[in-house]
T-cell receptor, first 117, second 115 residues
C-alpha cells in the first residue's frame, strides 16, 4: 500500500525566512508520480509540482524549490524568503503511474504553514 | 482555459437524505476523480471515471456512487446521509491516460454539512 508522511503538522515562520516542508513516501511501485499541492483557506487544491519517479532532478521555480531523493524516499519542498501569501496548508501526494496515468492520489496529512510579519 | 467547476459550492442536508454533486472537468480532460476531505481522515480518494467507466475506487461504502457522462462531466451521489459524511468534496480532472501531463487539477470543492 502507498503511504505519504508529512511529519510537520504546523510550521510558523516570520516573513522572509526560508522554510522546508518534509515529505516521506512509501510505495512498492517502481514507477510513480509525486505531487505538491497548496490549499489556501478557500479550500481549492492548487497544483504546485509533479515529479516522475525516474526524474530525480531538483527543480526551482521562483521562490519554490523541490528536492527529490529516491534513496531516502523523500520529496521535500522549500520556500525561500517566505511571504504572508504563502500561508496555507501544503499537501504532498503520491500516485501510481501504471499505464501512463496518474490515478488515485494518496495524500499526506498536510503541513499548515503560517507566515507572519 | 476554464478550470474545474463544481456545483453546488455549499450544501446543507439532514441525516437520511441523499445528495448529488456535480463536476465539470477542464476542457479536453476525460478523467475525473473525486476525493473527500475531513478533519479526521484527511484527503481520501473516492473514485475515478474515464470514458464513462469507473476505473478506480477507494474504500468507501456503497452509499457513495458516481457516474460520468459522454461530455466527461461527472456526478457523485451519496445516499442515506450520515453525520460523518460532512466534508469537503473535491473533484479533479486530468488528461486521458498516456496523454502526457498526468496532473490532477482540482475544483473549488463542495462543502457538505449533514445535520
Amino acid at each position: 500500500a502507498q503511504k505519504v508522511t508529512q511529519a510537520q503538522t504546523e510550521i510558523s515562520v516570520v516573513e522572509k525566512e526560508d522554510v522546508t516542508l518534509d515529505c516521506v513516501y512509501e510505495t512498492r511501485d517502481t514507477t510513480y508520480y509525486l505531487f505538491w499541492y497548496k490549499q489556501p483557506p478557500s479550500g481549492e487544491l492548487v497544483f504546485l509540482i509533479r515529479r516522475n519517479s525516474f526524474d530525480e532532478q531538483n527543480e526551482i521555480s521562483g521562490r519554490y524549490s523541490w528536492n527529490f531523493q529516491k534513496s531516502t524516499s523523500s520529496f521535500n519542498f522549500t520556500i525561500t524568503a517566505s511571504q504572508v501569501v504563502d500561508s496555507a496548508v501544503y499537501f504532498c501526494a503520491l500516485s501510481e503511474a501504471l499505464t501512463g496515468t496518474a490515478s488515485k492520489l494518496t495524500f499526506g496529512t498536510g503541513t499548515r504553514l503560517q507566515v507572519t510579519l | 482555459k476554464a478550470g474545474v467547476t463544481q456545483t453546488p459550492r455549499y450544501l446543507i442536508k439532514t441525516r437520511g437524505q441523499q445528495v448529488t454533486l456535480s463536476c465539470s472537468p477542464i476542457s479536453g480532460h476525460r478523467s475525473v476523480s473525486w476525493y473527500q476531505q475531513t478533519p479526521g481522515q484527511g484527503l481520501q480518494f473516492l473514485f475515478e471515471y474515464f470514458s464513462e467507466t469507473q476505473r478506480n475506487k477507494g474504500n468507501f461504502p456503497g452509499r457513495f456512487s458516481g457516474r460520468q457522462f459522454s461530455n466527461s462531466r461527472s456526478e457523485m451521489n451519496v445516499s442515506t446521509l450520515e453525520l460523518g459524511d460532512s466534508a469537503l468534496y473535491l473533484c479533479a480532472s486530468s488528461s486521458p491516460p498516456g496523454a502526457g501531463d498526468q496532473t490532477q487539477y482540482f475544483g473549488p470543492g463542495t462543502r457538505l454539512l449533514v445535520l
